[in-house]
């Protein structure tokens, strides 16, 4: 089956630790995105990538970073900067640009700073 | 920029109630406009989609009009389910390169009782 996945699905850290969390697409899909979900509010976008080996920031980069080395991957890092790091994770990907460009989800990571 | 207004929630409805979702959005030109639907601890899911002025977007008893007038795409459905409890965003997209900027409302949450 065709889809996204993330893991972990439940992630807990200590404050000043770096933590990466991983997605991984099997849609042969070219643009993979970063997006951070707090309660009661809208999904923001922390990154995308639009091709392997590339990638862009989106309107809460601070904090984060990425890397595009494989277009099926399309890790997140949050580090020690960031910080309000608490939080709900989702990865999602779409094919080429267009007005059915829409985007497909993966099921999310939580991630509970301690 | 672009901006997406959703009707504040909790909604909350006993089985079969009518129900109406509110949703404006402001951008420049005419974006395609989005229905997502987030169950409890999932990702997002695409309920429907409309990608110019008059367009309706279906699925699963579901329904939203773009309406280019009045800026909206109010989501409704005739009769609402338990099993359609859940988190209802609202969202358009962006063309960027070969990539795609989804901004998002802050969501509703409907709660359908027996």
């Known amino acids: 089956d065709g889809g996204i996945t993330q893991s972990p699905k439940y992630l807990f850290r200590k404050e000043g630790q770096n933590v990466t969390l991983s997605c991984e697409q099997n849609?042969?899909?070219?643009?993979m995105y970063w997006y951070r979900q707090d309660p009661g509010q809208g999904l923001r976008l922390i990154y995308y990538?639009?091709?392997?080996?590339?990638?862009q920031k989106g309107d809460i980069a601070e904090g984060y970073s990425v890397s595009r080395e494989k277009k099926e991957s399309f890790p997140l890092t949050v580090t020690s900067a960031q910080k309000n790091p608490t939080a709900f994770y989702l990865c999602?990907?779409?094919?080429?640009?267009?007005?059915?460009?829409?985007?497909?989800f993966g099921p999310g990571t939580r991630l509970t700073v301690l | 920029g672009n901006s997406v207004t959703q009707m504040e929630g909790p909604v909350t409805l006993s089985e079969e109630a009518f129900l109406t979702i509110n949703c404006t959005y402001t951008?420049?030109?005419?974006?395609?406009l989005f229905w997502y639907v987030q169950y409890p601890g999932e990702g997002l899911q695409l309920l429907l989609k409309?990608?110019?002025?008059?367009d309706k977007g279906s699925n699963k008893g579901f329904e939203a009009t773009y309406r280019k007038e009045t800026t909206s795409f109010h989501l409704e459905k005739g009769s609402v389910q338990v099993s359609d409890s859940a988190v209802y965003f609202c969202?358009?997209?962006?063309?960027?390169?070969?990539?795609?900027?989804?901004?998002f409302g802050t969501g509703t949450r409907l709660q359908v009782t027996l």
């Open positions: 999602a990907s779409s094919g080429l640009a267009g007005p059915y460009n829409e985007q497909f």
């Open positions: 849609l042969n899909h070219d643009a």
């Open positions: 990538s639009q091709i392997v080996n590339d990638f």
């Open positions: 951008a420049t030109g005419y974006p395609s």
């Open positions: 409309a990608t110019k002025a008059d």
């Open positions: 969202a358009l997209i962006d063309t960027i390169g070969t990539a795609s900027k989804l901004t």
